[in-house]
């Protein structure tokens, strides 16, 4: 009995190690596991409901048409909420931006690159102004992105006379609704098309896919290595390969669907380059780290030698650069500017930054988050729409879906506090 004993003792404590190691570290990565499960079951829920409209071709196309400039603009709040602050007046900055493109373009001729230099630069001004009343005079964000929100509201308004201004040419136009050409050759992507009995099928936007799919899986296990080097304690591997699998699974058959329709928008091309730029600036560069410092603990970032007001000016600088690029991918998208044009698009930006994960007192948040956040929202607003929902009660469900999420951050502090 004592050596039976002894032999079946050691796989009993690993099996119960293992179990535990798996639960604390579900326990403690609750958020990132949460918002990818939700995601994918509010895809599924209104997959079914709507009887396999969601996941068609032309409508994940159309998806990420409507919330492009929705996840660029969250990029720059995230960084801006993490600093500690908020930003209300990108909606109306965005209109304002699309409307003065229009004038600029339609009215005044001038050619499509230099407006689009401009408008950019008048974003980043706009931006400017905003952080340096926050950073220098102290003024709380809420107040000045409020007043802002009201100024450009009105400046909207009075630079298109109360009517719409388009349409604009096809050369500004392609921001948003162009496609990225096949480089393929035609007999490839028709025999694809057949095999696959669909019209028409885009090499490259798969090909692009399966190069995505795969550098996720090697960054995965690069990670690991960097971990293990260092001592550092990792994720479970079967919860690895499960999220990575999963991961990856969903960005080659959404790539397949891009590639049955028309290929790869050329706003994703912008929207990747962006998420990836700002992932690496929050997660790999000393200025992410003081960003997040200076939200976690500003007195005591400001001790450490961290210039706070500059990182908060900066903060809101690169804000008004990306409700500019916004401004300008929607106006291109209706192909006309709008004086309602970015109304109320400042709850959906913020919201889908704190159902991302970011806190409400600042100094934690991820990019990944945000833009899962966004995407989120957007599935939300498109299956519903689709199901013939009326705004009304989108906007209830869209709050309830907001307050529970603040809900679960502030429980989850109470909780480990």
């Not at 939700?38 to 071709?57: D, E, K, N, S, W």
């Amino acid at each position: 009995m004592t050596t039976e004993s002894k032999t079946m003792s050691p796989p009993s404590e690993h099996g119960t190690g293992e179990t535990k190691g798996l639960k604390s570290y579900l326990a403690a990565h609750m958020r990132d596991f949460g918002l990818l499960f939700a995601l994918i079951a509010i895809m599924v829920f209104f997959q079914i409901v709507t009887g396999g409209t969601l996941m068609r071709p032309v409508n994940i196309t159309n998806l990420f048409l409507q919330n492009s400039y929705i996840i660029i603009m969250a990029l720059g709040m995230l960084i801006v909420i993490v600093s500690g602050h908020i930003d209300l007046s990108v909606g109306s900055v965005m209109g304002f931006v699309g409307a003065l493109a229009a004038v600029l373009i339609v009215n005044e001729g001038l050619p499509v690159p230099v407006t689009v230099v401009l408008c950019l630069i008048v974003g980043g001004a706009i931006g400017a102004a905003q952080g340096y009343f926050v950073a220098i005079w102290r003024i709380p964000s809420f107040i000045v992105t409020l007043a802002g929100m009201l100024v450009f509201r009105g400046l909207s308004l009075w630079l298109l006379e109360g009517q719409s201004v388009g349409p604009f040419p096809k050369n500004f136009q392609i921001l948003s609704t162009g496609f990225v050409p096949d480089i393929f050759p035609a007999a490839m992507g028709e025999g694809l098309a057949g095999l696959f009995g669909s019209r028409n099928f885009n090499v490259l936007s798969f090909s692009l896919g399966l190069i995505a799919a795969g550098a996720i899986i090697q960054m995965g296990l690069k990670k690991r290595a960097r971990n293990a080097q260092y001592g550092i304690a990792d994720e479970p591997t079967g919860l690895f390969w499960a999220r990575t699998a999963i991961v990856s699974a969903a960005v080659i058959l959404l790539m397949f669907k891009l590639s049955t329709f028309r290929g790869l928008p050329n706003v994703v091309v912008t929207m990747g380059v962006l998420i990836l730029i700002y992932a690496f600036l929050t997660e790999r560069t000393v200025i992410g780290r003081r960003i997040y410092a200076l939200g976690g603990n500003e007195k005591a970032a400001k001790l450490s030698g961290i210039k706070t007001e500059r990182l908060t000016f900066l903060a809101f600088v690169n804000m008004g650069v990306l409700a500019a690029l916004a401004g300008l991918i929607f106006a291109a998208r209706l192909n006309t500017a709008t004086p309602k044009a970015g109304f109320s698009l400042e709850l959906d930006v913020i919201a889908a930054v704190f159902i991302g994960g970011a806190s409400m007192s600042g100094g934690s948040g991820k990019i990944i988050g945000a833009v899962v956040g966004a995407f989120i929202m957007g599935v939300m607003n498109n299956g519903m729409s689709i199901m013939g929902i009326g705004i009304d009660y989108q906007q209830v469900i869209k709050g309830l879906v907001l307050l529970a999420a603040v809900f679960f951050d502030v429980y989850n502090k109470n909780k480990q506090a």
